[in-house]
């Protein structure tokens, strides 16, 4: 399966087209700028057949109207958003399963950014949407609920390899990772990775990681660790008692750096 990153020109978004070269048939994950992704399935000679949105916001599916009337492909869409998401022809659910070629996509559940939110997982690739991004999580203002993000966190992305690259909607790399180290300047995997992020934004590049190199960088994909919650604890006191009611540590710290990652 080869992944083509496209950057939308109608926003700062990014999408993906998933094919196995010229005449096969293509899965575009959502196309918010339809003229670009059209133009890119032509240039690279691949029929496309399959839209999925990953969640109902519109700076994901505002492509689709145009690409689905130029292709006639099949939208599929998370199955609790249908309603949201106009010419839907398929509701997908956890363990769902699409073809690309011979490579096969399974539907994961990840909600927290929408209700809805999902994702596709196929190993080594994790098509992830508004859920994870480079040193980030997915805002929750329009939707969606920090508590269910968390649990997406621990119990939905704990379950991938460390090696799994992730491919998200938008890149937001170089501001994530400088506040990873305002909330902990010591963070060694952080400060690498944010020197990275800046020379490849500087060259033109979609900066992306894997969830191995998350699991050291972000705070939110760190919520167990103890270090992290002293640093909240004495750096941020009162978000730390805002969270005081949570039923663990884990996820207090979680909202806590969700809240903070809101405002900064």
């Not at 805002?139 to 939905?156: K, S």
């Not at 704990?158 to 890149?171: A, E, K, L, N, Q």
């Not at 490849?200 to 919520?223: I, N």
Request: overall charge negative; some cysteine.
């Amino acid at each position: 399966m080869d992944v083509e990153i496209i950057a939308s020109r109608t926003g700062d978004n990014h999408f993906y087209l998933l094919h196995s070269g010229s005449g096969s048939e293509g899965l575009l994950i959502d196309p918010v700028d339809a003229e670009t992704a059209l133009s890119r399935a032509k240039e690279l000679g691949v029929v496309v057949t399959q839209v999925v949105n990953t969640h109902w916001h519109p700076d994901h599916t505002g492509g689709n109207a145009e690409v689905l009337a130029a292709t006639g492909a099949r939208l599929s869409v998370p199955h609790g958003e249908r309603d949201l998401i106009k010419g839907t022809h398929h509701g997908l659910e956890a363990g769902d399963i699409l073809k690309v070629s011979e490579t096969q996509l399974e539907v994961v559940e990840t909600p927290g950014h929408t209700v809805g939110h999902i994702s596709l997982h196929t190993p080594g690739h994790l098509f992830c949407g508004d859920t994870v991004f480079v040193g980030g999580a997915g805002n929750c203002r329009f939707g969606g609920d920090p508590a269910i993000l968390f649990e997406t966190f621990r119990g939905v992305l704990g379950r991938f390899d460390d090696d799994t690259i992730f491919y998200p909607g938008h890149d937001y790399s170089v501001r994530n990772l400088e506040f990873c180290l305002h909330i902990e300047e010591s963070n060694t995997a952080a400060a690498a990775m944010l020197t990275r992020a800046r020379e490849q934004k500087l060259a033109g590049a979609f900066v992306q990681s894997t969830l191995g190199q998350e699991r050291r960088a972000s705070p939110f994909m760190r919520s167990d660790d103890h270090d992290l919650h002293e640093a909240l604890a004495t750096k941020h006191p009162e978000v730390w008692k805002k969270y005081a009611h949570c039923t663990s540590d884990a996820q207090r710290a979680f909202l806590a750096v969700r809240d903070l990652r809101n405002n900064w």
